[in-house]
């Protein structure tokens, strides 16, 4: 797990910047790896270890937006708590497209997952990819159509209408 702690590092401060302490996020991520591993094995660490990372830092993220900062009890507020604006049928709308994602990501043939999983959310280059995984950049390219292709493909089965990629 050491050698992914650059990476890990790394891609942690681009996608988060300096919002959290990247070295608590880092720290828990691999006790969590580490119980996960004492419990059973672990097919795919590195990826384990990202995605717990990325749940850990979410976690703060939305703890720190609902929990309000107070010096004291006193100064409680329930307006600080009830956000009227809040716009819970997007949040909910959002949650179930995530949902939908990754359901159509998980029915993607393994090899093409892989590949689909380090370009779009880890944020690899083609050539990273490749090396990553021991196969051609042109293989690459490949997989990563055919994988975009397939997850379009199964929103359209289940009725999600198309939105622009970023």
């Known amino acids: ?11 942690l ?14 720290q828990e991520a691999f006790l969590r790896v580490l119980k996960a591993r004492a419990q059973g ?3 795919s660490p590195k990826a384990f270890l990202f995605v717990t ?16 900062k107070m010096d004291s009890a006193s100064e409680f507020d329930v307006a600080d708590v009830l956000d009227e604006n809040a716009d819970v049928p997007h949040a ?11 359901q159509a990501i998980q029915a993607l043939p393994t090899r093409c997952r892989q590949v689909l999983t380090l370009r779009r959310i880890y944020g690899m280059s083609q050539k990273e990819v490749a090396a990553e995984l021991g196969i051609a950049v042109h293989t690459v390219e490949i997989q990563t159509a055919l994988g975009l292709k397939k997850i ?14 970023r």
């Open 1 to 11: 797990m050491r050698p992914h702690e650059p990476m890990l590092r790394a891609w």
């Open 13 to 26: 401060t681009s996608q988060f910047r300096d919002d959290f302490d990247i070295d608590d996020i880092v």
């Open 41 to 43: 094995e672990v097919r």
């Open 53 to 68: 990372a990325r749940n850990i830092a979410l976690h703060h993220f939305r703890r720190r937006q609902l929990v309000p």
């Open 92 to 102: 909910v709308s959002r949650a179930q497209e995530l949902e939908m994602l990754t």
């Open 152 to 165: 379009g493909r199964y929103f359209k089965e289940h009725d999600v209408p198309p939105r622009p990629l």
